[in-house]
């Protein structure tokens, strides 16, 4: 037991220096989209993910080249710390809906979904959305080092170029995540989800436990010897898909702030308005209604290849997983959109007709 407690409690002080770092660091502040239940004013935020994130793998460096602990410590501590994850958030979850007042809905549907849409933190300091997401890329990229080193520590004579190539272009996402935090507040998860247990459990458990679950697999592996071939083609799957995410995201990002901008110097927006209300109809938004889900969903088949063997199951439950959340989560957004947009968004289902994938669905 003495052995196991330090794993299960590794997620619950990672995530006290997160949420410490988050607070204490500098930021710049910005105004967000999304506005407050009460007041309806525009929510302001402090903004310091890249930071926090340099910061806190910086002193996991230290650590391990002062020797204070293994470099694949977390590896070692793995199951103990994916349970510890797990109560974390199942903890956090219930504290969070139990100190919200009710929205007279059934206490499962609120403890699911959440009561609050936007609890902030430390007198407004810390927003509890935006600390979810910088913890759970912060601990999911200590994780992906920590079991990377382990496969280096186990293969010091032939390492996979494949782990290599895995925990390169996942650090690639989880950098490039952070640095474009301020787009993420126009997101669905910001202006449409409540901090209940989906949210909670899902950034302190599920996002840093489950995202890595290929090198959960081939960590402890030996080298494939996999085909140059399929490493770069995994490596073309994953920037295509990177390339119509962030895309997606960026152009809606800047339209919403300047709807007239031409967008990369040669997409000029075309949008339906009735005067009010404007919807994005062209460039990536023109492709298909989200475009933006099938460039996750290849980021993550391309992830799967990369470890260079196609043959292991593990490493697909994570572009599995894309498909279960974000095929749902389409139906969703668009029966939202067509309650905000009537006609406008009857328009754009006509100009439009592909949800996710051009000419297939």
Not at 133 to 141: I, K, Q
Not at 153 to 162: A, N, R, V
Not at 299 to 308: D, F, H, I, N, R
Request: glycine share 10%.
């Amino acid at each position: 037991m003495a052995g196991y407690l330090p794993g299960f409690f590794a997620p619950w002080l990672a995530s006290a220096l997160v949420l410490a770092l988050s607070a204490l660091l500098p930021a710049r502040r910005v105004t967000g989209y999304v506005r407050d239940e009460r007041s309806g004013q525009l929510l302001r935020y402090r903004l310091n993910g890249p930071l926090v994130f340099a910061v806190t793998i910086g002193l996991w460096l230290i650590a391990g080249y002062g020797g204070v602990m293994p470099w694949d410590w977390l590896w070692t501590h793995r199951w103990s710390g994916a349970a510890g994850a797990l109560a974390l958030g199942i903890v956090a979850s219930a504290a969070v809906v139990r100190t919200a007042p009710s929205r007279g809905e059934s206490l499962l549907k609120e403890f699911f979904l959440g009561r609050r849409a936007n609890p902030r933190m430390f007198a407004g300091r810390v927003d509890a959305k935006m600390f979810l997401y910088v913890f759970g890329a912060t601990y999911l990229e200590l994780n992906l080092l920590s079991f990377g080193a382990h496969h280096f520590l186990t293969f010091p004579e032939d390492p996979s170029p494949g782990v290599v190539l895995y925990v390169a272009l996942f650090t690639w996402f989880l950098c490039e995540y952070l640095l474009f935090e301020r787009v993420h507040l126009y997101t669905y998860d910001l202006f449409a989800e409540r901090v209940g247990f989906k949210l909670v459990w899902g950034c302190l458990f599920f996002y840093p436990t489950f995202y890595g679950v290929g090198l959960w697999a081939a960590a402890d592996l030996p080298n494939p010897d996999a085909p140059v071939w399929l490493l770069v083609l995994a490596a073309l799957v994953f920037f295509a898909g990177w390339s119509l995410a962030r895309g997606a995201n960026m152009q809606k990002f800047h339209f919403k702030l300047d709807p007239e901008r031409t967008f990369l110097g040669r997409l000029r927006p075309e949008a339906i308005s009735n005067g009010e209300l404007r919807v994005l109809c062209s460039g990536f938004w023109g492709v298909s209604r989200h475009v933006n889900y099938l460039g996750e969903i290849l980021m993550a088949t391309g992830l799967a290849l990369s470890l260079g063997q196609p043959a292991l199951v593990a490493p697909w439950l994570y572009p599995l997983y894309y498909v279960l959340l974000l095929v749902p989560r389409e139906r969703d957004d668009d029966r939202r959109c067509g309650r905000k947009y009537g006609a406008l968004w009857d328009e754009y289902r006509r100009r439009v007709p592909w949800r996710i994938v051009p000419r297939v669905y």
